[in-house]
């Protein structure tokens, strides 16, 4: 079983509301990442963690905060979202390598989000 | 120069023809490969995943891998319509940041019946 699940499929959300993603996978994996992708563009990596710790944040505003529950669930609050900020969200996991690194990622299908 | 290198099409082919998509990169201390196939709307689904050089067949599909030019490519032969979707190529390095998967732009290919 290769399967990343994300829900909900669809969000359309206002800037002033506060709403949550959310990603889960039972491969054992213990790195998972959350992407942003804008239409035409490859997948643009903003959060990592790594056994249920945040390793990397690649400069991302505030208005996301990731949280990782437990090693199979990722969340990823949102609050005060602009219009630029309608993507598709994705969700992936991998085994972390041991000496750094990470395996091959598994994607979820991804959140689509609308900020109005 | 960036890190992946990737023509994004499109490319539009016959039903049954040989399709041929191709990476280049600059970083010599690359060594996993990956292809992911995107149909339009959905996640990356993983296609195929080689380390360091060489082949790797999986039924329609042959993954190459050329680490002396930097040089990665997809095969599809016999492609289908189904095959239609963007292609996108990606690359990490051993011991590297976790996380730190280089794609490339994609390429969107089109198989006309």
């Known amino acids: 079983d290769t399967e990343v699940t994300q829900t909900p499929k669809h969000l359309v959300m206002g800037m002033t509301n506060k709403k949550s993603l959310k990603c889960e996978q039972h491969m054992g994996h213990r790195a998972m990442y959350w992407y942003k992708q804008k239409a035409k563009k490859p997948p643009e990596l903003m959060f990592v963690?790594?056994?249920?710790?945040?390793?990397i944040n690649e400069s991302v505003p505030s208005r996301f905060s990731p949280e990782c529950p437990n090693s199979s669930l990722l969340n990823l609050h949102l609050h005060a979202l602009q219009p630029e900020d309608s993507a598709l969200y994705l969700c992936?996991?991998?085994?972390?390598?041991?000496?750094?690194?990470?395996?091959?990622?598994?994607f979820g299908p991804g959140t689509r989000l609308t900020v109005l | 120069q960036k890190e992946v290198e990737q023509d994004p099409g499109p490319l539009s082919v016959p039903e049954g023809a040989i399709v041929s998509l191709n990476c280049t990169y600059s970083n010599s201390a690359f060594q996993y490969f990956m292809w992911y196939r995107q149909y339009s709307r959905k996640g990356p689904e993983l296609l195929m995943y080689?380390?360091?050089?060489g082949n790797k067949e999986d039924g329609r599909f042959t993954a190459q891998v050329d680490k002396s030019s930097k040089y990665i490519s997809l095969f599809i032969r016999d492609s289908q319509p189904s095959d239609s979707a963007t292609y996108l190529c990606a690359m990490n390095s051993y011991g590297g940041s976790q996380g730190n998967l280089i794609f490339g732009k994609g390429t969107k290919l089109s198989v006309k019946p």
């Open positions: 963690y790594s056994y249920e710790k945040l390793s």
């Open positions: 992936a996991s991998s085994r972390p390598l041991l000496a750094g690194g990470t395996d091959t990622q598994y």
């Open positions: 080689t380390y360091s050089s």
